[in-house]
């Protein structure tokens, strides 16, 4: 039985992932932050299936302990600050987690030993103010928030470390994934939970700001399996993964006022407070060279993971009442 050790495990992808690697038989143990509020709600349906072990990416001592007790085989970086908007207020916070946080744990790695395999988190905000359209593997990197910027370090600490010290170090550039697991903060999140709420009469709009925003949008549980496919090829490398199809906010927001009837014009407010300080127009992807290495493609349409995450809102609002 192969172990499997998840930073970030409590989020959407380490949710999604535990679950993928429990199906293959793993055993899956999962860092958490000591906390006062515990944050297992994701985790709930699998969590006695799941060995949970508190661990910090500030803290390079309980990296390196973690590693000794569970000798793990395989190890997915998805912990960070991963908020872009929390970025700009809380700037070193991200770049210690983000991007030192890391270092610490590949350096955990290479001391403890180096044949383990990891996965780190990339992203596609790490391309921002785009060079090239689409993104792939090798289009420069020009960041447009504090996050982007330690994503591009946590991305190039993990390529350093596979070259100097030969370690199978993985880097997937994963673009925007969603599910109804994601977080009330990200938008595509607030938009589901809104419709949901307003189409039950408990609210009456939803406040957004920059509707002409795109981003290539997939679903969060293909891209899970992406992260393993990875870690299962015969080299370690850097992926892009997406779907190669960009949207705008506001086609989110129409099918999904559109998939319970009503029309988005009539409850979307545009907010100037959400408007990022560098904003990214466009972000899309070719996932090309993952088509064809490993074998993936995204399964979720668009419109099938905007209706998933209204439903799924929808569902949670009606059982409360």
Same mark, same amino acid.
Request: hydrophobic letters at 40%; glycine letters at 8%; aromatic letters at 10%.
């Given at each position: ?125 790490? $391309?921002?103010?785009?060079? !090239? @359209?689409?993104?792939?593997? =090798?289009? /420069? ?6 996050? #982007? ?124 407070? $959400?408007?990022?300080?560098? !904003? @990214?127009?466009?972000?899309? =992807?070719? /996932? ?6 490993? #074998? ?26």
């Amino acid at each position: 039985m192969p172990t499997a050790l998840i930073t970030g495990i409590t989020g959407q992808d380490g949710s999604y992932l535990a679950e993928l690697l429990l199906g293959k038989g793993y055993q899956v143990v999962g860092m958490v932050r000591r906390s006062s509020t515990e944050t297992m709600e994701r985790l709930e349906h699998i969590q006695d299936e799941l060995l949970i072990t508190q661990g910090d990416l500030h803290d390079q001592s309980s990296m390196v302990a973690m590693i000794e007790e569970f000798k793990p085989d395989e190890v997915y970086n998805l912990a960070a600050q991963s908020f872009v908007p929390t970025s700009w207020n809380q700037p070193l916070l991200t770049g210690e987690v983000t991007g030192l946080g890391v270092t610490r744990l590949l350096e955990a790695i290479r001391l403890v030993n180096p044949k383990i395999k990891f996965y780190q988190a990339s992203s596609s905000e790490m $391309f921002g103010k785009v060079v !090239e @359209v689409p993104q792939k593997e =090798s289009t /420069p990197l020009y960041p447009r928030s504090p996050y #982007g910027v330690a994503k591009v370090y946590g991305h190039w600490i993990t390529i350093n470390y596979r070259e100097s010290f030969d370690m199978f170090a993985t880097s997937g550039i994963l673009f925007n994934h969603e599910s109804p697991r994601r977080g009330l903060e990200f938008v595509t999140r607030k938009i589901s939970h809104m419709v949901a709420k307003i189409k039950l009469g408990q609210a009456k709009e939803l406040r957004l700001g920059n509707l002409e925003s795109q981003r290539d949008w997939g679903f969060a549980g293909d891209y899970v399996e992406a992260m393993w496919m990875m870690l299962q090829h015969t080299h370690a490398d850097n992926f892009v993964i997406g779907t190669g199809k960009t949207h705008s906010v506001r086609e989110f927001c129409e099918l999904a006022f559109g998939h319970v009837g009503l029309n988005y014009e009539d409850y979307v407010v545009q907010d100037p407070r $959400f408007y990022r300080p560098a !904003e @990214v127009d466009l972000l899309i =992807s070719d /996932p090309t060279k993952a088509s064809k290495e490993l #074998g993936w493609t995204a399964k979720t349409s668009f419109k099938g993971l905007v209706e998933m995450m209204v439903e799924a809102d929808l569902q949670k609002f009606s059982a409360k009442k």
